[in-house]
């Protein structure tokens, strides 16, 4: 106890303060442009906070890394354009409900997730970290694969309706992800001599041009504002009463953000997606999921949200990033000598536990931000189509130029953006596509090391009871919709019997 | 079968078929731990594709799924002329974002951004709206400039002529 007194007395200190206001506004830009997430913030903010002292600057950097998913939310629900790929579950149905005159509920939903999601996946952090990152540890190759294999058909088989085609969509997602270097062999592999695509298909790009580019040709097409009703209904504080007449959507959500971002490499972008299509699968009106029902908001902000502390805690307890983000945050800690590990907690008492109270603080500092600012950013989707065009693609391409300063990745983007589209037209949902290929190189490079763990046997894939219990939640996540349609088939003939 | 073949759906799913089909051939020419995953996920692509491409031409009523997030323009009945003027806006759109980016190579960044609201404000604004709309690309040309390449250092002009 007399630990947090003490981290709260140093977070209270005029520049710590200053240091995580300025994180979170920071983190807040950052994520709304697309492109440049947490892990391209935090790289970018290292000349900046250098010279600070350890405290302020893991304060700084803890409130970026934190408030970078609120930015990302803000176009996910206003323009159908998830800042970074942890936001895509958001549009589901944040962007319906911006089509029916909620946009500004809908972003308050976002800032109260923020506070929920965020302080109870902090509390797990300081109070389960050394648990979860035991538990983590039993984790071997195969389980990891079969995780993600788990996560690809969940989102295949909920969020589209149609499983086969979600089904097909995750499978692009995964090819399209064997572009580049081998990360196993090293050979290189479908790059047909273009040498950008060397390093793989660039995820943010083709964010870009899946959600961004995508959007700004539908909107362009038909003209509309992004509020079909042309004006905003609901108030910021319904939002907050919506958000917590669903405590058990909430707690399920965080449960999930927490577990997924203790897994290395699923991360937050699994979290949402998994949250979402698991509140879908409870709901006893699934079909509203997807047309803008605020449940849908609150499971994949929620887990989000929940998802970052829980990204942490391998991060901090044994020093292995669950992410990319979490892997500059690691290099920002070891740069102002805060080494991870078992012993950080006894050695950095002040730096770890300042970083939590600044992590619970950033939670309560975006709450305050997104309700002052949710009517007015949720403006935007009246703005006239001919002006609100251009900006969504200035705003998505310019996220994909500055990432290299190359053309060429604004090529790329506008590819992915006539792939969406064309998928868009035939029917086909673009989010496993994108789960795939964020997924991709983890899920192939754990194939691969299950393989040479067992000399080549596929029976590591079924050996373990962790294994077991995934395939099992794959096959029932595949079947459950066929079942379900057929129970319904059944049960409407009963019916008809009975009344013949 | 041919006003099936017409729709975006199945000509989709028969570029997906050639596409994993090519992606699986392309793979043989890999060693032979490189090319396992691609077959892995190639295979079972292709058929659920080709399922689902069967299940297009058996099923004699086209069941319509709940799509979230997607236009409906193809579910729904629109009228020609609507569907003409869609299309029109939609090439409109595509022939404004190729110029700008074309201009962009040889400019920098900054002239697609010019380029991409003069010409949305062009050929998609009302014309009562021109001097206005003009006023906001000029604006929103400058705050693009400010913020990323004053406070976030993109070089925005930097383009094959200097």
């Not at chain 1, 071997?140 to 969509?169: D, H, M, N, R, W």
């Not at chain 1, 695509?197 to 959007?215: K, N």
């Not at chain 1, 060429?408 to 496993?432: A, C, N, Q, R």
């Not at chain 1, 996540?477 to 003939?493: D, F, T, V």
Request: aromatic share 10%; net charge neutral; charged share 10%.
């Amino acid at each position: 106890m007399d630990v947090f007194l003490q981290a709260i007395a140093l977070m209270f200190q005029w520049q710590n303060l200053a240091a995580l206001m300025g994180g979170a506004l920071y983190g807040i830009i950052i994520g709304i442009l697309p492109g440049l997430g947490p892990a391209a913030g935090m790289a970018l903010a290292i000349p900046l906070v250098s010279s600070w002292s350890p405290v302020t600057a893991l304060v700084f950097v803890g409130s970026l890394y934190k408030c970078c998913n609120y930015g990302g939310s803000i176009t996910a629900i206003l323009v159908n354009t998830p800042g970074d790929a942890s936001n895509a579950a958001t549009i589901l149905d944040g962007y319906p409900m911006c089509e029916k005159g909620k946009g500004g509920v809908a972003l308050s939903i976002s800032a109260t997730a923020a506070l929920v999601g965020g302080i109870l996946g902090t509390l797990c952090l300081i109070y389960t970290a050394p648990l979860l990152a035991e538990f983590a540890l039993k984790f071997g190759p195969a389980e990891y694969f079969l995780t993600a294999i788990l996560a690809l058909s969940v989102i295949a088989a909920v969020v589209q309706g149609a499983t086969l085609k979600g089904l097909i969509s995750a499978g692009l997602g995964l090819i399209l992800a064997t572009v580049g270097y081998d990360v196993i062999t090293g050979h290189l592999r479908y790059t047909f001599g273009i040498l950008i695509l060397e390093d793989g298909i660039p995820v943010i790009q083709a964010v870009v041009g899946l959600f961004a580019v995508t959007q700004a040709l539908v909107l362009a097409e038909s003209m509309e504002s992004i509020s079909r009703i042309g004006k905003l209904e609901g108030s910021s504080w319904e939002g907050v009463w919506t958000y917590f007449k669903y405590p058990y959507a909430v707690i399920r959500s965080a449960v999930i953000g927490l577990f997924i971002g203790v897994l290395p490499g699923v991360g937050q972008s699994g979290a949402g997606l998994v949250a979402w299509a698991e509140a879908k699968r409870e709901s006893k009106h699934p079909g509203t999921f997807g047309t803008g029902d605020p449940e849908g908001v609150i499971s994949s902000e929620t887990s989000t949200n929940a998802c970052m502390p829980g990204d942490l805690v391998l991060t901090i307890a044994l020093g292995i990033p669950g992410s990319v983000a979490a892997a500059v945050f690691l290099g920002i800690m070891i740069i102002f000598g805060v080494i991870p590990g078992p012993m950080v907690f006894a050695e950095k008492t002040n730096e770890i536990y300042t970083l939590f109270v600044a992590l619970i603080l950033s939670s309560l500092v975006l709450f305050l931000v997104g309700m002052t600012l949710a009517r007015y950013l949720a403006a935007v989707t009246l703005i006239r189509n001919e002006i609100i065009v251009p900006i969504i693609l200035i705003v998505g391409l310019i996220g994909s130029y500055a990432i290299r300063n190359m053309m060429e990745d604004v090529m790329i983007s506008l590819v992915f953006g006539i792939l969406g589209y064309v998928m868009l037209k035939g029917g086909f949902t673009t989010v496993p596509l994108l789960l795939g290929l964020v997924l991709g190189e983890m899920v192939e490079l754990n194939y691969h090391r299950a393989l040479l763990m067992s000399a080549g046997s596929y029976s590591i894939f079924y050996s373990s009871t962790v294994c077991k219990i995934l395939i099992l939640l794959t096959i029932v996540s595949l079947a459950g919709p066929y079942l379900g349609s057929l129970g319904r088939r059944m049960k409407g003939r009963g019916k008809l019997i009975g009344k013949a | 079968m041919l006003e099936k073949l017409k729709r975006t759906e199945v000509w989709f799913k028969l570029v997906l078929l050639a596409f994993f089909g090519f992606w699986y051939a392309r793979a043989f020419s890999f060693p032979q731990q490189s090319r396992q995953f691609p077959h892995l996920i190639a295979v079972p692509s292709l058929i659920l594709t080709l399922i689902s491409l069967i299940t297009d031409f058996t099923k004699e009523k086209e069941v319509q799924g709940e799509i979230a997030g997607t236009d409906d323009s193809e579910l729904t009945t629109l009228d020609e002329s609507a569907r003409k003027e869609r299309r029109k806006r939609f090439w409109q759109a595509w022939a404004i974002i190729l110029v700008s980016m074309a201009v962009g190579f040889l400019g920098g960044f900054l002239f697609s951004a010019f380029f991409l609201l003069l010409g949305f404000a062009l050929l998609f604004g009302n014309r009562n709206n021109l001097i206005k709309n003009m006023i906001l690309t000029v604006g929103i040309t400058m705050a693009t400039y400010v913020t990323f390449q004053w406070f976030m250092d993109v070089p925005l002009l930097r383009g094959v002529l200097w």
